[in-house]
């Protein structure tokens, strides 16, 4: 049968709420389904959520976070060592949702009235779960088709499972005789049956305990072999870890395993498992999860363009009308067709697309490290896909839409970020598609070099070079190559990459060994005491002192060096805030502090001794710069602020993705697809500098990071924390809830004023805003306020109403320019006189014109549509009215070094109008009240022009 995925998911959650409130007694209060953690997880040791415990990891150790002795959920998952596989097996995913039913202490009573379980009920749960019928809350899974396996101890049999075995043979002896249940009971070692893998031999220490696993025949065609032998055919859709022991002793080396006094229950399974098993489907991306997503790649492929990567009207065959009697008849088994690369590509898109919308939503975002790479690399597969199949343009956006669609209803965070996500996904296909273009051009160059010589490899080094300059990657070159029956050396490529590898890692090693100095200091002093918080100025004692890379007891004036304290006010670079600048002052001796670093809780305070000597174990004063520190502390709060209003205004979606808080400004890049709006920069301002003007005082409180984000505490980017962490809280009603290690005020108020200067782009996904506080703030407003009042002044206009005379100037202006081209106010063929009747003198063109009721701007704009095109020339208009007359004379920059000066002649002829004028070299003009001496005037200035340049 085809199962509706939604369905099944909420069935899964109802039947073991169900099964475990019963075991409680029905005591329970409230529901024991609980939503899927984030992607993120919450600590560094893996880029992904990977598991459904993750957001157990506290309970386990009895710590109940969550309130609860019992739960089940559906986990969010994300794996990245499977990627090469993806669409190229029966089983394999970047992103899953794992099926999961947990305990945490067996028989122990929670809170909420919910009870702890162990094997027993494990046991039976998961296998009437999977065997009941569909209308008595089951899965109905054939039970013929389903084996399980238990831990069968070490390389003697010693630790054998015997308790998960006998549960097991109770259950299955209900339906098979004594030796069939044998059989399929398979007893595995502790590399395949035990938590961790191989934990009992080699480690870790800690908590432990053995596994049991549920097995789905899939048939014959999936090859031979059993459950031991690990092969397609028995797909593990199930599997339950007993953590019942603490391992202690040598690792690696055989370890003791020792009966904990609370023991707990993990199971996980794969959902996209189960439905293909119910689906009866080849493979999981074959199943009615991924259909869906395939039909449509299937609906526009069979409309794609062919171009010039080369794919043809088969290759658009087997992408939209492959199935298992079709692939058969071209030679493809149906068990294999996951082997046609057109249906490779279609399933890897549909696989790749849910893992990108799902991680995005949780606020993974496509970046050049860390998790945020893996993003962006699935994103390129996939479009590269696209491109194989005939899509020549941007489709996987509009993909995104229907992942949404699927399931919106089980995640409501995809909902909520979907316009984000499409945004972000479109430009990073904009953005590939330009690095495509580009590094394709230059391998068809590469191609071409290889093929003039009569080969048929492709040198590997140059190939690395697209990807280090291009970022081209090797599996689009591969492609290249394949289609005109070509290869790459892959040795000589991992060479060339190997030697990048090690030059880089040779400049980081060679920065450590230049500081070879603070591995002495850390051998023999405690780290720094911090006083950052409480006070600028405190005395200290230098422990350790450097230069040019070497320890020194003694410095003197003129010396640069790296001093070390045993305790200092001084903030060390961190978290985004600079480091702290002052002084240090010892009986006469004065030692400028230029910057403060951070390293291993040491702070390293680097400057420059202006007079006098300082040797190690000098009481010294440390004084902060405390007016830079105060301007620090006004924008690194701000930042805290502006960042609960960004998510306001914006959308959960923000998260910090970097800042740099310094005395002058802040910097703060958050992820966002697109650029804020005047309005929304504008709202941002008003929340922020209205928590200002409330004047809250700002809390501060330490605790472990586990209670900091119970609390609701963001954590910042790029901070690292330890133990104990600083939150602080700030504006009204919990408007800012942070983790931060820096320096901020005592009260909102002592920011003074919020002003962001400048929105735009840092990366694809994120934007930056950079802003000022306090009295910088202050001065940026007065600075347009100004420049305002200057405005009122220049454009004589009113109050209020310095916009509306902007407008209307800058309409005249079109006007004026309109009126330019068309040749200002004079009729169309008295323009065309004036061209005619143009003398050339000496190669220089000279316009004359007599304009009867121009005005003087007529007569600029005149002079602009008949020279603006000659490389040498000159204009002479004269402008003729009722009492008065106008001249005008402009020479193009060449002339006036051939002796012309425009002023000087215009002066002439100005007495000629009965008046009078000048100007530059370059042009000129004039009035009169005589303007029946216009023609004269205008005659003498053209002897004059002919006369100077007939000269030169």
Partial sequence: MKVDPNELRQRFLDYFDARMKEHAGGKVEGSLKLPSSSLQPPDTSTLFTSA???????????????????????????????????????????????????????????????????????????????????????????????????????????????????????????????????????????????????????????????????????????????????????????????????????????????????????????????????????????????????????????????????????????????????????????????????????????????????????????SNEGAGYVIRRIIRRAYRDGAALGFDHAFLHILARKVVTLYGDAYPELKRTTSQIISTIEQEEQQFATTLERGLQLLAGLIRDVEEKGERVLPGKPAFDLYQSQGLPREVVQDELAARDMSLDQVGYDEAEKKHREASKGDKQAAVFEKGWFQEVKGKHSPTEFLGYETVEAPAKVIAMARDGELFDIIEAGDSATIVLDRTPFYGESGGQVGDRGSLQHDGATFEVADTQKRDDYFLHEGKLLHGKLRVGDEVTARVDATRRDKIRFNHSATHLMHAALRQVLGDHVVQRGSEVGPDRLRFDFSHPKAMTFEEKQEVERLVNEQIQANTEVGTNVMSPEDAQKAGAMALFGEKYGDKVRVLSMGREGFSKELCGGTHVARTGDIGYFR?????????????????????????????????????????????????????????????????????????????????????????????????????????????????????????????????????????????????????????????????????????????????????????????????????
Avoid at 176 to 189: Q, T
Avoid at 766 to 795: C, F, M, N, P, S
Avoid at 833 to 849: D, L, M, W
Wanted: aromatic share 8%; proline share 4%.
């Fill in 52 to 366: 459904g415990m993750h957001q157990f990891k506290d309970d386990f150790t009895g710590n109940l976070v969550h309130g609860t002795r019992a739960a089940t959920t559906v986990q969010k998952c994300m794996r990245t060592p499977d990627l090469e596989n993806v669409g190229k097996t029966a089983r394999h995913h970047t992103f899953f949702e794992m099926l999961g039913y947990f305990s945490f202490g067996d028989g122990l009573d929670g809170p909420n009235g919910s009870k702890g379980f162990f094997k027993k009920e494990a046991i039976r749960w998961i296998w009437d779960f999977y065997t009941l019928p569909w209308d008595k809350g089951g899965c109905g899974l054939d039970k013929s088709k389903l084996y399980v396996s238990v831990y069968g101890g070490d390389e003697k049999g010693e630790g054998k499972d015997e308790e998960a075995a006998n549960y097991w043979r109770e259950i299955l002896g209900k339906v098979w005789g004594k030796d069939e249940v044998e059989k399929r009971i398979f007893w595995l070692g502790e590399h395949d049956n035990f938590w961790p893998a191989g934990a009992p031999s080699e480690g870790p220490n800690g908590v432990c305990g053995p596994c049991s696993e549920i097995f789905y025949d899939l048939g014959p065609e999936y090859g031979e072999g059993d459950v031991e032998s690990n092969g397609d055919r028995f797909m593990e859709i199930g599997n339950i870890v007993f953590t019942q022991y603490e391992r202690s002793g040598p690792a690696p080396g055989k370890g003791k395993l020792t009966p904990l006094p609370s023991k707990n229950i993990d199971f996980g399974g794969g959902f996209e498992r189960l439905v293909m098993v119910l689906d009866g489907a080849k493979t999981t991306l074959d199943s009615s999860l991924f259909f869906p997503l395939r039909e449509e790649i299937r609906s526009w492929a069979a409309t794609g363009k062919v171009d010039s990567t080369g794919v043809n009207a088969r290759s658009h065959y087997f992408a939209v009308s492959v199935d298992r009697s079709v692939a058969k008849d071209k030679g493809v088994e149906p068990r294999l067709d996951y082997e046609v690369q057109e249906l490779v590509r279609e399933k890897r898109i549909a696989d790749h697309i849910r893992a990108v919308v799902f991680s995005m939503s949780d606020g993974i975002l496509p």
């Fill in 756 to 952: 962001i200067v400048g929105e735009s782009s840092s990366s694809a996904g994120v934007r930056r805003i950079e802003a000022v506080t306090g009295q910088d703030a202050y001065e940026l407003a007065a600075e347009e306020a100004k420049l305002l009042a200057e405005l009122h002044g220049v454009t004589k206009s009113q109050p209020g109403k310095v916009l509306e005379k902007v407008q209307s100037l800058l309409k005249e202006v079109k006007d004026l320019k309109g009126k330019a081209k068309k040749g200002g106010g004079v009729e169309p063929g008295k323009l065309d006189a004036i061209r005619k009747g143009a003398e050339t003198i000496s190669g220089v063109t000279v316009y004359v014109g007599e304009l009867d009721g121009a005005e003087a701007g007529d007569l600029l704009t005149i002079k602009d549509a008949l020279g603006q095109d000659d490389a040498s020339s000159a204009v002479l208009l004269g402008g003729r009215g009722e009492g008065r007359a106008l001249l005008l004379l402009s020479f193009t920059k060449d002339l006036t070094g051939r002796g012309l000066h425009a002023g000087k002649i215009v002066g002439e002829m100005a007495r000629l109008v009965g008046g009078g004028g000048g100007g530059k070299p370059d042009i000129a003009q004039a009035g009169g009240k005589n303007p029946e001496g216009l023609s004269q005037a205008l005659t003498t200035g053209l002897n004059r022009i002919r006369e100077v340049l007939e000269k030169a």
